[in-house]
């Protein structure tokens, strides 16, 4: 019988252990993956000013409300979020009329670069207004947007540029400028 060690042995020996090594350390369960720890951001409570009819209906009047912000006054669009969510809720001084009625969906609001995009629900459409009712709700959440930063403010109606909502023009953006005599 030749030599049971020999060099050819010695290393098919030693391939075969490593083999058999290599197949349990692949073949293990996977580390059971640690839970992330979720940090959710802190709401930060924003003063804005929130703009309503007077009691006459025929002027608008600021209502300064603190609405919870995710990052605070650093989120310009969380903040025109929660103002206009805010301003569909009505105001809470009883010398201030809403500008819709309660219980209308809040209208969804966009920011691009100095640019705001409100997206209104179809139910607004509907309101029977007059022209100039039409117009102060429209100023309204224009002022209200535009009173800390941003150009001009421009209404979608179901996410669709319309050319009107009921009888106001809304080809054209609304600026501070034309809702300041309001």
Known sequence: MKNALSFFNVVAAAVLVL???AMSWVNRPPPTPEVPNYVLSERLPVEVPVYYLDAGG???VSEKRNVPVVQ????????????LTVWNQ?????ALKAAVPSGLPAPRVWLRGDNYFVNLP???RNLGYSVSGEYLM???MTRTLLENQGLDVTFLVEGKNEATIG???LRQPLTRQDCKDL
Not at 90 to 94: E, F, I, K
């Open 19 to 21: 083999t058999v090594a």
């Open 58 to 60: 025929q002027k608008l």
């Open 72 to 83: 605070g006054e650093q989120n310009a669009q969380g903040t025109a979020e929660a103002a």
């Open 90 to 94: 009505g105001p809470t001084t009883q």
């Open 122 to 124: 179809g139910e607004y």
């Open 138 to 140: 429209l100023c309204s």
């Open 167 to 169: 009888q106001v023009d």
